[in-house]
């Protein structure tokens, strides 16, 4: 859920709740006002009732007048004097109306009397009508109001935050863009702009420097390499050597052999990664495939692996030096990973390219084989195979994967066509 979304089902079930609590004080402030106006009405006519009653010792004529009626009922006692909730006929609507009445007692000519002043609230409940409607017209018009804020104003407000997500998920550390924050007035989002102009200012720094750092080592070391190789050749063919003497040059010519490899896969890794392998051609990759699995023939009946093919006609816009290389390591990886008389299973489509090989019994963990010099302990890899591959992928944005299905390691690629 957006942070904006949240806020704004916060802000409404907020103004909802207030607006419902202050509706139902301001409906019951209201009424208690207007009964108490009533009740006030109620009571002067109380007054001139029992003005009358001492001035003439009698009582007045009974009232019955639009929305109000009085009446007199004789009482062998005097009452307590109190106000009621009632009804109120009205004769010329010809129908009940609520109505607020006063019961008091007096004493008139020797007798107590019962007088019942009523009063209708109609008029009381139909200015409480209008109120509420206004109200509610005046509480909609607010909800409106806010709803038009938040969708528009607030959305225009959080657009450098989106602006600076965009270009946060287009980061890379590849490409000579930079991140540029929009403007904007607000504080904190000045301050997110400058850290993260100056956080990706010193990532791409210290990016350079590392990438700087791995290609000139890798440079410099191909000549003591090659020195050590030819030193070591000359060494073998000098003379003839014991047992203990041709298994320590034997180690260290696999030793140096390995390095080599590995200064290769460096010098590759940075190549693709800075994109300088660009003879991108039409490649026929079923044609390409089958060459590569002739070449592997020897190494599948070494393990008298089965393998089952099934390629469909598929070309790629694509370095056949790199698509050489990305054959080379997923096949060598299916098979070095395989056991004796496994299985592996080969699919080419127009969409995808499926390598299947048994090995392990357990599935591996996709975010961990594919780290550079990740390999298993028993492989004479270096661990970087996998990673050349997903970088060659990432470079014409394939999509690469790994997942298990029992018995099978399977790794997948999808082209984008």
């Known amino acids: 859920m957006k942070l904006l979304t949240r806020y704004n089902r916060i802000n409404l079930a907020t103004t909802l709740v207030v607006l419902f609590i202050t509706g139902i004080i301001y409906y019951g402030a209201i009424s208690f006002i207007l009964n108490h106006q009533v009740d006030k009405d109620i009571r002067i006519e109380q007054q001139e009732i029992l003005n009358y009653i001492k001035q003439y010792n009698k009582l007045p004529p009974a009232i019955d007048y639009k929305d109000q009626h009085v009446t007199f009922y004789d009482i062998a006692a005097p009452l307590k004097r109190h106000y009621t909730d009632t009804d109120f006929y009205n004769k010329k609507e010809n129908e009940y109306e609520s109505a607020r009445a006063l019961i008091i007692s007096a004493s008139a000519g020797g007798t107590y009397h019962k007088i019942v002043i009523v009063e209708s609230k109609v008029e009381t409940e139909d200015l409480i009508r209008i109120i509420f409607i206004i109200t509610i017209g005046v509480i909609l018009f607010l909800l409106l109001v806010l709803f038009i804020t938040n969708r528009f104003i607030l959305n225009r ?17 590849s490409d000579n863009k930079e991140i540029r924050g929009a403007d904007s007035a607000i504080d904190e989002f000045i301050e997110l702009n400058k850290a993260v102009e100056a956080m990706s200012v010193r990532v791409k720094k210290d990016y350079k420097d590392l990438k700087a750092f791995t290609e000139n080592a890798s440079h ?124 592996i299973q080969i699919q080419l489509d127009a969409e995808k390219l499926i390598i299947k090989n048994t090995g392990l019994e357990n599935p591996l963990v996709e975010d961990e084989i594919l780290k550079r010099f990740n390999k298993s302990p028993n492989s ?35 082209f984008n066509n």
């Open 220 to 343: 410099e070391l191909l000549t003591p390499i090659a020195v050590i190789n030819s030193k070591l050749d000359s060494l073998i063919q000098a003379g003839e050597y014991n047992e203990t003497q041709s298994k320590l040059l034997a180690d260290v010519y696999g030793a140096v052999t390995r390095l080599t490899r590995l200064n290769q896969s460096l010098l590759l890794l940075v190549k693709i990664e800075n994109r300088l392998v660009t003879d991108e051609q039409e490649v026929d990759f079923k044609l390409l495939l089958e060459e590569k699995l002739s070449q592997f023939k020897e190494l599948f009946h070494e393990k008298e692996l089965v393998l089952h093919v099934d390629l469909h006609d598929k070309k790629l816009n694509i370095s056949r030096y790199l698509a050489d290389i990305l054959l080379n390591n997923l096949l060598s990886n299916a098979i070095r990973h395989n056991y004796v008389k496994g299985e």
């Open 380 to 414: 004479e890899g270096i661990g970087l195979g996998l990673t050349i591959t997903r970088q060659i992928c990432d470079n014409y944005k394939y999509g690469f994967g790994y997942r298990f299905s029992t018995p099978y390691h399977i790794f997948t690629i999808v």
């Open 157 to 173: 407000i959080w657009q450098p935050f989106y602006n600076m997500l965009n270009q946060l998920k287009l980061f890379s550390l």
